[in-house]
């Protein structure tokens, strides 16, 4: 091959990279709305993250983070289609929705244990439930 071949195969190479990046940031992105179970905190961090990076617009969302609060109620968002994904603050929630025939579907659990402890001062007699 000679070198002008190899030059033109490569900006041929380079042009199609560059049109095929071009029409995947053309697509439309799917719209997704996302509550979360408190304002925002450290257990966020991921989903704020890939808000402000653009990972979730490489993977064609667009997503609006809807932050919780002593005041909000995303559960019941989620339930009447304003959210179209919620972070529940524990499993009590799920089952609660489920004996209000709120048909709700886990699909990703943040860690692998509850974060929820009881906490007594060694100095108050308290050693067992």
């Not at 990279?17 to 991921?46: I, M, R, Y």
């Amino acid at each position: 091959m000679k070198l002008g071949q190899v030059f033109g195969a490569a900006v041929v190479a380079a042009c199609a990279f560059v049109l095929a990046a071009a029409s995947a940031h053309s697509q439309a992105l799917d719209k997704v709305s996302f509550g979360t179970n408190w304002v925002a905190e450290a257990e966020h961090g991921g989903h704020y993250q890939a808000l402000a990076d653009g990972t979730y617009r490489r993977y064609g969302l667009d997503v609006t983070i809807v932050p919780g609060g002593p005041n909000v109620n995303n559960c019941l968002l989620l339930s009447v289609g304003k959210l179209d994904f919620f972070m529940s603050a524990n499993t009590l929630q799920g089952f609660d929705a489920v004996e209000r025939n709120i048909p709700p579907v886990a699909a990703a659990d943040m860690f692998q244990k509850a974060p929820h402890q009881l906490i007594a001062h060694h100095d108050q007699g308290i050693d067992k439930f």
